[in-house]
């Protein structure tokens, strides 16, 4: 790429890239403006205000232990903006005290009112009548009170581990005799509901405050003084040394032991404690004051997903039923037989709008008892509890099928769900591969292997961006590819040698993998545009953007006059519209009912025959293009092709559900009149789609009934 370009990106140094610990909060923010969005029904609110805390845990559990980890290891190197590891950690601290500040007020000032409003009220136990104060004792004392387990904290009982992202009350209790008082820990049990129903389903009490109002049952006899209630995150991501490993699964289930006893790196209080109590817990969970998030909505609004569990129709977004797409038999799924269609014509699918269930997991399902089935694989990352994929695998290699799963046990925060995958698995004679030394396999595939009636054997591939998961393909906007092409099956069974055996082939016929070969494709494809100037057309969909030498390209490609819009869901440390740097790029965040998932890349004008389009699993990421088994997939039929432009199209459209980056890295909502929800947009065409084809049905069913 000319020089001159890449000199006049590297003059402005780190200030070209934002911090990517900063960005994800920014995201952070985006996420609490749905929460108080009011044109959103009330319950949904509620929901992202969940997400959000749920959100918050992991960042504290993995980004800021991994910040406080090199500041520990004394790493002086700098972040690529410019940051030392303890001006990281300090930037960090102040923007989550303002998102805390917002947290409180959108909580307090705005949800609970509106849900009280509403007829849902979360309730103090000063506020209940004596009917519901008895229905609580009893509840109390049948089922709270046989599980807890206070502990003291004396010259006799050393201060007890608090384990991570426990709910704790810490009290003041006194012996009245000799005056001598002491502190003592109640662990609030995560096994019961955060938020206790009363009987009519829609007021609830949380349950620190239940077990606030009885304490004198777990201290009798004693004096209880003044009570805080806190919580602790500890370091939660695994520390992987696999070369070390001689079993990868043992391994892993040792480090999930170790997980629970991780370094803690946040105390957060339920109100401003009095500052002994603090230093207390900063003393003996060996933390700096800096740690500490006093907090005065509730501690831990996951919880609130109970509270949206509550069925009102009124409080919810519509109700969504995927549509089963065309090929698939559309209202009527089960008259279709998935590999006859597929020999048909390729189907490109659109989660959650199109259904996972009758595709992809009936796709699976027909493979595993269709006969003439040879042989399936697979990879899994993440899914659900229930999985009807896994019992498909399970089913056919019963039946004596070769089937073998890519099971990645080092998929974070579902570690342990996998290892149970993994041996339901193994037990049931499915090849089972745990994945790969030092790398994690985020790659989406399945690859069945059939013999058909004229004795041909036949690949049929499924290439997707997200998990084999039912439950969050309904909350999940995914693509996916459904195909018999066989270059896509000659290189799938490339990769799945590659991921069960021994291989180091890195070219394949249409498939781009990472590691090696992704980022240089990458370059080369944004190289490609600059040269061509003012003609130049890049747009690129991920959720994140955060390799530097990437965003140094798509910079460089920008100064030469290729225009780039960049769609990036969450963290983004490119500084669009910069003069001198980025004029030519745009970037925009889509964040709403439906988790923006799918990763979309184009270099060319996408009307045009000559316009490269791939989808994939990967983010541009320095772990997704480094650390990871990744692959992105061509599409290159010409109505598959459209369909992927109507959704960047509608995407590019979006100023409903869209935030836009400014050159201060700032996010902005649209101003003025609003047009377009993409997310709503692409419902009504899965609807169109299918009333049309209802309609040709209908048509057919008339004419054989007419004779003509």
């Known amino acids: 790429m000319n020089s001159q370009f890449e000199e006049q990106v590297e003059s402005f140094g780190s200030l070209r890239y934002v911090n990517r610990e900063l960005s994800w909060l920014d995201f952070a923010s985006r996420v609490l403006d749905l929460a108080e969005d009011k044109t959103i029904p009330l319950l949904e609110r509620a929901k992202f205000l969940a997400i959000l805390s749920d959100g918050l845990d992991e960042f504290f559990q993995v980004r800021v232990a991994g910040l406080k980890d090199q500041l520990a290891a004394g790493v002086r190197s700098l972040s690529p903006d410019g940051l030392s590891v303890r001006e990281q950690l300090q930037a960090v601290r102040a923007k989550v005290l303002l998102l805390v500040e917002r947290v ?50 004396d010259p006799s009982h050393p201060f007890p581990y608090i384990s991570n992202l426990s709910l704790n009350l810490l009290a003041r209790v006194a012996d009245p005799a000799t005056g001598v008082a002491r502190f003592a820990r109640v662990k609030v049990p995560p096994i019961l509901p955060r938020f206790v129903a009363l009987p009519d389903g829609v007021r609830f009490i949380p349950l620190e405050k239940l077990i606030w109002a009885h304490l004198d049952q777990l201290f009798p006899e004693m004096e209880i003084g003044a009570h805080y209630v806190f919580r602790v995150s500890r370091n939660a991501d695994l520390t992987l040394e696999e070369e070390e490993a001689d079993d990868l699964l043992a391994f892993v289930e040792m480090e999930l032991r170790r997980r ?189 292997v059939r013999r058909e009636e004229n004795g041909a054997t036949l690949r049929y591939c499924h290439l997707g961006t997200g998990n084999y998961n ?120 889509i964040v709403g009912r439906f988790l923006e998932h799918s990763r979309i890349f184009l270099f060319g004008d996408m009307q045009s025959d000559n316009c490269k389009m791939f989808v994939g699993s990967a983010d541009l990421m320095q772990r997704n293009l480094d650390r990871r088994i990744e692959a992105l997939f061509p599409i290159e039929e010409p109505r598959l092709r459209r369909r992927v432009a109507e959704i960047v199209n509608l995407d590019l459209e979006d100023d409903c559900s869209s935030w836009y980056m400014t050159e201060d890295g700032d996010w902005v909502k649209p101003s003025g009149s609003l047009r377009l929800r993409a997310q709503d947009r692409f419902q009504e065409l899965a609807l169109e789609r299918a009333a049309t084809v209802r309609r040709h049905v209908r048509r057919l069913w008339f004419r054989a009934g007419s004779g003509k």
Not at 115 to 127: F, H, R, S, T, V
Not at 129 to 144: A, C, I, M, P
Not at 410 to 437: M, S, T
Request: charged letters at 25%; hydrophobic letters at 45%.
């Open 104 to 153: 409180d007020r959108v909580y307090n000032e705005g949800l609970l009112p509106a849900l009280c409003d509403a007829g849902i009220k979360l309730m103090n136990w000063e506020e209940l009548s004596e009917d519901d104060r008895e229905y609580l004792v009893n509840v109390f004392e049948s089922t709270v009170f046989p599980v807890l387990t206070p502990l003291a904290v």
């Open 470 to 589: 039912s439950k969050t393909a309904k909350s999940y906007e995914d693509i996916g590819l459904l195909t018999t092409d066989p270059d896509f099956g000659s290189d799938l069974s490339e990769v799945f040698n590659l991921l069960t055996g021994f291989s180091k082939k890195v070219e394949y016929k249409k498939l781009i993998l990472a590691p090696g070969r992704l980022r240089p494709k990458m370059l080369e494809l944004i190289a490609e545009q600059a040269a061509l100037g003012k003609e130049g057309r890049i747009f690129i969909k991920v959720n994140g953007l955060i390799d530097p030498e990437v965003i140094d390209a798509l910079y460089m490609a920008s100064g030469a006059g290729a225009k780039i819009d960049l769609i990036v869901r969450s963290i983004c440390c490119l500084r669009p519209q910069v003069a001198g740097l980025s004029e030519n790029i745009k970037v925009k965040s």
């Open 260 to 448: 629970r006893f991780g370094r803690a790196v946040r105390l957060e209080f339920q109100g401003a404690p009095d500052p002994d109590v603090a230093a207390l817990l900063v003393k003996e969970l060996r933390l700096h004051p800096d740690d500490v998030y006093v907090v005065n909505s509730a501690l831990d609004l996951s919880g609130l997903w109970g509270v949206y569990e509550i069925t009102r129709s009124d409080l919810h977004d519509p109700d969504w039923v995927p549509v089963t797409p065309t090929s698939f038999g559309g209202a009527d799924p089960g008259s279709v037989n998935v590999f006859a269609a597929l020999r048909q014509s390729d189907v490109l699918l659109h989660h959650p709008y199109e259904s996972f269930s009758a595709t992809v997991e009936r796709f699976i399902e027909q493979a595993a008892s269709d006969p003439a089935v040879l042989a399936i694989k697979q990879t899994l990352y993440r899914t659900s509890g229930d999985s009807r994929i896994v019992a498909s695998l399970i089913k056919a290699a019963e039946a004596g099928k070769q089937v073998a799963a890519l099971v990645e046990v080092k998929a974070r925060f579902d570690e342990q769900a996998n290892i149970g995958w993994a041996r339901a698995l193994e037990e049931a004679g499915v090849h089972v591969v745990y994945g790969l030394a030092g790398l994690k396999t985020h790659l989406k595939a399945v690859l069945v």
